[in-house]
């Protein structure tokens, strides 16, 4: 049972470039989840979708875009990096429980 | 003031104490909480939920205090394998299914 997975793992990128970091599941789970994790300020949203077709903004979605065109899968892009974007992005879903399944995680450095 | 608030820590204990971690939230609304563990450089892991009667698995044990605002986890006879962050997780009222993390609170377990 894999449960939630990120690909990739790791990724530098320089100032400018573009990304997309996918996540998937297979818990059959409506709500997705971006989060970012930085030193001392815990996991912040930056979107999430309540089901296929659907995104919606969380706290920090800047820079970011999100698209979930099936239901297990949802991407995450970076349309032009920048340094601030250095971080470690955790995707989650959950079901029915509000419980959330989080993927290992990718660790991001924007040289 | 934060919407969840821990106290960071790190808490040093030796193997065998009780320890006990506080978190704080600020929206009595809120209406689901959770303890979330997350190793050196891992992804979260649910550890438990937080219910209105009180939560026990095991050496761990979670209250909810609704008054007060604050939940509470205690790890009973600690192990060297307890040392994590141990996060407090609070979702937004409403039903929406978005989620609140604190900074975490850092356990340390000796030998």
């Known amino acids: 049972n894999a449960g939630v997975t990120q690909t990739p793992k790791f990724r530098v990128l320089k100032t400018g470039q573009s990304m997309t970091l996918l996540c998937a599941q297979d818990?059959?789970?409506?709500?997705m989840y971006w989060y970012r994790q930085d030193p001392g300020m815990g996991l912040r949203l930056i979107h999430y979708?309540?089901?296929?077709?659907?995104?919606a903004k969380g706290e920090v979605p800047d820079g970011y875009n999100v698209s979930r065109l099936k239901k297990q899968n949802f991407l995450l892009g970076l349309e032009s990096a920048a340094p601030s974007q250095t971080s470690v992005y955790f995707c989650?879903?959950?079901?029915?429980?509000?419980?959330?399944?989080f993927g290992p995680g990718t660790r991001l450095t924007v040289t | 003031r934060k919407e969840v608030e821990q106290d960071p820590g790190p808490f040093n204990v030796p193997e065998g104490a009780t320890v006990a971690f506080n978190c704080t939230y600020s929206?009595?609304?809120?209406?689901?909480f959770f303890w979330y563990r997350q190793d050196c450089r891992k992804e979260p892991k649910l550890l438990m939920s937080?219910?209105?009667s009180g939560n026990e698995d095991g050496r761990f044990t979670a209250q909810l205090n609704r008054a007060s605002q604050y939940i509470s986890l205690l790890i009973r006879d600690s192990k060297l394998s307890d040392s994590a962050t141990y996060l407090c997780?609070?979702?937004?009222?409403?039903?929406?299914?978005?989620?609140?993390f604190g900074t975490g609170t850092r356990l340390k377990v000796l030998a």
């Open positions: 937080v219910y209105s």
């Open positions: 929206n009595s609304a809120s209406q689901s």
């Open positions: 818990m059959n789970h409506e709500y």
């Open positions: 989650a879903s959950t079901g029915g429980t509000y419980e959330q399944y």
């Open positions: 979708s309540v089901g296929e077709g659907t995104t």
């Open positions: 997780v609070v979702n937004r009222p409403s039903g929406t299914y978005k989620y609140i």
